[in-house]
């Protein structure tokens, strides 16, 4: 059986879906292209795929080169790659972003979306939902992963709460300059209905002025997470007037300075 080669097609066809690729794994991994951007490295596979096409190689022979080599070279020809570890991270993010583009044409092509004439637009749309999906995802991890179940015990009595882990909040106690965690006051309750030793903890945040928050001295905090457990003596918990999280996830902000 004779099969014939469109030579520019295919070459023109890869070079388009290994910008698109490069251009996915960039954007999911948060690498740093170089300046020459994503064109080389997907000519280098564009290239590699009419090779291939027009002298086959075995079996065997090509997965090692696919695998082991040009999809190297393409990332190494894209990013700036600091260190094995990154480049290995790279290589599979790249295999990655292969499988939700051919899950996006297997949609497309399913949908019949694949052979219209429209199917210029819906690809790089479906890339763009791609990335959407995935951020959110991300944020969703990382917003779950520095959520920690706390324990607040004040005048004997204990409260229980959900705490979020803000690296972005280093407000301490001026005179001893200890870490300072903030509670919602909505969320408090009557663990600290009548409070003792009331002081005042001056605050700056990005657009707004500064001010001062109450807070008191509690006797014991514990936060926990995945077993693992941190015992705080006499912590400072200031108190805000606005919630914290929109939709409670957490009621209090912690400080990373008492990991410290």
Same mark, same amino acid.
């Given at each position: 059986?004779?099969?014939?080669?469109?030579?520019?097609?295919?070459?023109?066809?890869?070079?388009?879906?290994? =910008? @698109?690729?490069?251009?996915?794994? !960039?954007?999911?991994?948060? &690498?740093?292209?170089?300046?020459? %951007? $994503?064109?080389? +490295?997907?000519?280098?596979?564009?290239?590699?795929?009419?090779?291939?096409?027009?002298?086959?190689?075995?079996?065997?022979?090509?997965?090692?080169?696919?695998?082991?080599?040009?999809?190297?070279?393409? =990332? @190494?020809?894209?990013?700036?790659? !600091?260190?094995?570890?990154? &480049?290995?991270?790279?290589?599979? %993010? $790249?295999?990655? +972003?292969?499988?939700?583009?051919?899950?996006?044409?297997?949609?497309?092509?399913?949908?019949?979306?694949?052979?219209?004439?429209?199917?210029?637009?819906?690809?790089?749309?479906?890339?763009?939902?791609? =990335?959407?999906?995935?951020?959110?995802?991300?944020?969703?991890?990382?917003?779950?992963?520095?959520?920690?179940?706390?324990?607040?015990?004040?005048?004997?009595?204990?409260?229980?709460?959900?705490?979020?882990?803000?690296?972005?909040?280093?407000?301490?106690?001026?005179?001893?300059?200890?870490?300072?965690?903030?509670?919602?006051?909505?969320?408090?309750?009557?663990?600290?209905?009548?409070?003792?030793?009331?002081?005042?903890?001056?605050?700056?945040?990005?657009?707004?002025?500064?001010?001062?928050?109450?807070?008191?001295?509690?006797?014991?905090?514990?936060?926990?997470?995945?077993?693992?457990?941190?015992?705080?003596?006499?912590?400072?918990?200031?108190?805000?007037?606005?919630?914290?999280?929109?939709?409670?996830?957490?009621?209090?902000?912690?400080?990373?300075?008492?990991?410290?």
């Amino acid at each position: 059986m004779t099969y014939t080669v469109y030579a520019d097609l295919l070459l023109a066809s890869n070079f388009i879906m290994d =910008v @698109l690729l490069l251009w996915l794994l !960039r954007r999911m991994m948060r &690498l740093e292209a170089r300046k020459w %951007g $994503l064109a080389p +490295a997907a000519l280098l596979g564009a290239l590699y795929a009419l090779a291939t096409a027009v002298f086959p190689l075995p079996a065997p022979l090509e997965a090692f080169f696919t695998y082991a080599g040009v999809s190297v070279l393409m =990332v @190494l020809a894209a990013f700036r790659i !600091r260190g094995r570890g990154e &480049l290995f991270k790279a290589v599979a %993010g $790249l295999y990655m +972003a292969s499988c939700l583009m051919a899950g996006v044409m297997e949609l497309l092509a399913f949908s019949g979306l694949l052979f219209k004439p429209w199917m210029f637009a819906a690809v790089p749309g479906s890339l763009f939902f791609v =990335v959407f999906l995935w951020d959110q995802t991300l944020a969703g991890a990382a917003k779950n992963g520095h959520l920690y179940q706390v324990e607040v015990t004040y005048r004997g009595q204990m409260g229980r709460f959900v705490g979020f882990l803000d690296t972005g909040n280093r407000l301490t106690e001026p005179v001893s300059g200890k870490p300072v965690c903030i509670l919602s006051a909505e969320s408090a309750g009557g663990l600290f209905s009548a409070l003792d030793g009331v002081l005042y903890i001056p605050f700056r945040s990005v657009g707004k002025e500064g001010g001062v928050l109450p807070a008191v001295r509690a006797e014991r905090m514990e936060v926990e997470k995945e077993g693992v457990r941190l015992v705080v003596e006499a912590p400072y918990i200031a108190f805000s007037k606005e919630a914290l999280s929109r939709d409670n996830t957490y009621q209090m902000l912690l400080n990373e300075g008492i990991w410290m």
